[in-house]
């Protein structure tokens, strides 16, 4: 969905700059609170379901990350969270109000960064930002806001001739034009190389550290791994896990991976027998071992090699990664939801 950015900061030339600033100063006395809460959200295009019940809750001063495969019902629940979709059933709560019915100032609480959107033809970074904070009646300043995307130093350049990263943080700028308390990131580093990648997470956990909660949709495992307190995963339109990064889908209680190489003279029988059990042979000498007891095992296998002369120069000790953990749990929820449409 692309939509200029100008539409979704219009409403709020209509706030009431008294009932934001009691709605922020309840916020700041209230940092535990569920700023998002959802609960039996269901929303059908004709006879398909593409949200099927699914409950969440988004706490305040938090990153979220709502990961998902494309057609999982992600974007459908993010746009209702947004107030640009109504829902089929349940109960939506963002700020306190059902986005669906808020009244005018709730929109300037809320920030949005598109996956795609356009900039404003013929005007500076600088100008873009007076322009948007024009539409509040209490916005951020504009040199605040600059410095806290790291755009100060392209301030007085066209907006249409900044790079992609950069472009992308000054779409960060224009959601925050309003000083809102929460704020969506689509996709914010689609297409960036490695180096734009990391300046962009580093503005969004800045985005944490002065108090603002983030909802964030992204396919880069390591992205949520990096920015996200806790995750939720969507696949079929069901929530299927949720967790922090280290626990989400039981991935902090998975057998670790002990990898290494074995000497020409050695096989996966001459191991420590506990070892030579659990071993399985990768081809050219490499063995793979599961274990839930690392330690042990590596004392185990260090002693052996020891006693037989050799170093285990490859040796090697993994967890499963977020990636791994994550297609996990979406393709067997694609799996177990098509066996159930053939039936």
Request: charged residues 25%; contains cysteine; hydrophobic residues 40%.
């Amino acid at each position: 969905m692309t939509v200029p950015p100008a539409v979704l900061t219009v409403a709020g030339m209509l706030t009431n700059s008294l009932e934001v600033a009691m709605a922020q100063r309840q916020a700041a006395n209230t940092p535990n609170e569920a700023v998002i809460a959802v609960r039996g959200l269901r929303k059908r295009y004709g006879s398909d379901e593409a949200v099927r019940g699914i409950d969440l809750e988004v706490r305040r001063g938090e990153i979220f990350a709502f990961l998902g495969p494309n057609g999982a019902g992600k974007t459908t629940t993010v746009e209702i969270l947004e107030g640009f979709r109504t829902a089929t059933a349940g109960t939506v709560e963002v700020l306190g109000a059902d986005p669906a019915n808020a009244p005018a100032h709730w929109r300037e609480r809320i920030g949005v960064v598109l996956q795609e959107s356009q900039a404003e033809p013929g005007l500076t970074v600088r100008e873009c930002l007076q322009l948007y904070s024009g539409y509040y009646r209490a916005p951020r300043p504009v040199d605040e806001t600059l410095a806290l995307v790291g755009l100060r130093e392209q301030a007085d350049q066209r907006a249409t001739s900044l790079s992609g990263g950069q472009r992308r943080r000054l779409d960060v700028a224009l959601a925050l034009a309003g000083d809102p308390e929460l704020v969506f990131l689509d996709e914010p580093t689609t297409g960036f190389d490695p180096s734009a990648r990391r300046l962009a997470w580093e503005v969004i956990a800045g985005l944490r550290e002065i108090g603002k909660t983030v909802f964030l949709t992204t396919h880069y495992m390591d992205e949520a791994e990096r920015l996200a307190d806790r995750i939720a995963v969507i696949a079929a339109g069901r929530i299927v896990a949720s967790g922090t990064p280290q626990t989400l889908g039981d991935r902090n209680l998975s057998a670790a991976r002990i990898s290494l190489t074995l000497p020409h003279d050695a096989s996966i029988r001459d191991l420590p027998e506990p070892l030579a059990e659990r071993a399985q042979g990768q081809g050219g000498g490499h063995v793979l071992i599961e274990s839930h007891t690392v330690a042990a095992d590596l004392h185990a296998l260090s002693g052996w090699a020891l006693a037989r002369g050799f170093d285990l120069d490859d040796l090697d000790v993994t967890r499963p990664t977020l990636e791994d953990v994550y297609l996990s749990l979406t393709q067997s929820e694609t799996a177990t939801e098509t066996a159930r449409s053939q039936r």
